[in-house]
C-alpha cells in the first residue's frame, strides 16, 4: 500500500464519524500556504506574481497552528510558494506533528538536501516533491535547467534518511503518456512511497495560459496513462478519483473539502480559486455560496477543473458514504492493483 494504515484508518475514521454526525462539509485536507515567494517561476503557477510587499510577507507558526485546530482536518499540506524558504518552517511541521497531523510539505526539492539535518523522520511527515515528468518535461515545466536531478539527488538523500517521500505530478496539454510510463519506473526506482497526479488547472496568474488540460483531454490522457499501469506503480491517490480522471466514473467538485488558509486568511472558494477571503473557517464555511461552484453550477470557471483538491475529497467521501461506494472503491483498487 502506498500510505500507512495507520494514516488510512485515522482519515477512516474521520469521515465516518463525520459522516454519522451528519456533517455535510467537512474538510480533508488543510492547504495551509505559509508563504508566496518561491526559488523558482514556472509558468504554470501565479504564486510569485504578487508584488514584493506580498511576497515577503510569512504566516506565524502561531498562525498556523490556530488555522490547523480551528479547520481540524487530519491531514495538512503545505504548498506555497516554497515552503523551505520559511525561516520558521522547521517549528512549524514540529508544532503539526505534536498535533498528529498527517502532514505533505510539498517542495521543488531545490532546498532539502541540505536542510533534512534540520527535520525528524516521522509517520506525520511527508516530504512531497514536485516532479512534472522526466528530466527534460520537467525542467521545461518549471523553467530551469537541472532542477530535475537536484529533485532526485534530494530524493534518494531523504529516503536514505528514513523519511516518507511521494512525488507531486501536474501534467499539461501534450505530454506523452509513454514518456510518463517510464517517468513512473524512474520515481519507483527512488523508493518514493507514491505518486501524486493531477491535470493542470488555468491559474489566472499563470504567465502559461495555453497548455492547461480541457475535461476531454484529461481523460483521454489518463486513459492512456493508467489503462496499462504496472503493478509496481503505486500512487498517492485514492482508486475512484483514479477512475474519475479517466472518465469511468462522474464526481461533482467538493470546494470544501481542501480548505486554504494563506497570508490573507481563509480563501473563498478553494485553492484553485481566489474569490476573497475571509477571517474564520466557520465563516468560510457557512458564508461561501457553495452552489455557485463545480461543474453543474455553470461556473465557467470550474467546467475543465478535474484537480484532486475538489475531486479527492469526493471520491473519498464516496468511498465511506455508502455500501455501494466501498464496494465500487474496492473493486477499483483491485483492478489497478492497490
Known amino acids: 500500500m502506498s500510505v500507512p494504515f495507520k494514516q488510512m484508518w485515522t482519515v477512516a475514521s474521520y469521515v465516518l464519524g463525520k459522516k454519522l454526525s ?57 504548498p506555497g510558494g516554497e515552503p523551505l524558504m520559511h525561516p520558521e518552517i522547521v517549528q512549524i511541521v514540529e508544532g503539526l506533528v505534536k498535533r498528529k497531523k498527517y502532514i505533505y510539505l510539498c517542495t521543488n526539492a531545490i532546498l ?41 539527488s534530494a530524493i534518494k ?67 492512456d496513462l493508467l489503462e496499462h499501469r504496472k503493478k509496481t506503480w503505486k500512487f498517492n491517490l485514492s482508486p475512484l478519483f483514479l477512475e474519475f480522471l479517466q472518465g469511468n466514473v462522474d464526481f461533482e467538485c467538493t470546494p470544501w473539502g481542501n480548505p486554504t488558509y494563506n497570508i490573507f486568511g481563509w480563501q473563498k472558494p478553494c485553492y484553485l480559486l481566489q474569490e476573497g477571503y475571509v477571517q474564520t473557517f466557520k465563516e468560510l464555511i457557512d458564508s461561501t455560496e457553495w452552489d455557485s461552484y463545480g461543474r453543474k453550477s455553470g461556473n465557467e470557471k470550474c467546467k475543465d477543473c478535474m484537480v484532486h483538491c475538489g475531486y479527492e475529497p469526493t471520491a473519498v467521501d ?18 489497478h492493483g492497490l
Open 22 to 78: 451528519g456533517v455535510k462539509r467537512y474538510p480533508l485536507v488543510l492547504m495551509l500556504e505559509p508563504l508566496m515567494r518561491c526559488n523558482l517561476a514556472c509558468a504554470g503557477c501565479g504564486k510569485i506574481q504578487y508584488p514584493g510587499h506580498i511576497l515577503r510577507k510569512n504566516l506565524t507558526p502561531e498562525q498556523c497552528f490556530q488555522a490547523v485546530d480551528e479547520c481540524g482536518a487530519p491531514m495538512v499540506s503545505i
Open 112 to 152: 532539502l538536501e541540505e536542510m533534512l539535518p534540520k527535520f525528524t523522520p516521522s509517520t506525520y511527515l511527508t516530504f512531497s516533491i514536485h516532479m512534472d515528468g522526466p528530466k527534460k518535461e520537467h525542467d521545461i515545466a518549471v523553467c530551469k535547467e537541472g532542477v530535475y536531478d537536484v529533485a532526485v
Open 318 to 335: 464516496d468511498t465511506f458514504g455508502s455500501l455501494g461506494g466501498f464496494v465500487r472503491t474496492a473493486k477499483a483498487a483491485m483492478a
Open 157 to 223: 538523500a531523504a529516503v536514505k534518511k528514513g523519511f516518507r517521500v511521494t512525488t507531486n505530478t501536474t501534467l499539461f496539454d501534450g505530454a506523452d503518456a509513454g514518456h510518463y510510463h517510464q517517468f513512473f519506473d524512474d520515481m519507483m526506482a527512488l523508493g518514493v512511497e507514491g505518486m501524486m497526479l493531477s491535470p493542470g488547472y488555468s491559474y489566472q496568474k499563470a504567465p502559461d495560459q495555453e497548455h492547461f488540460l480541457q475535461r476531454q483531454k484529461t481523460q483521454k490522457l489518463f486513459h
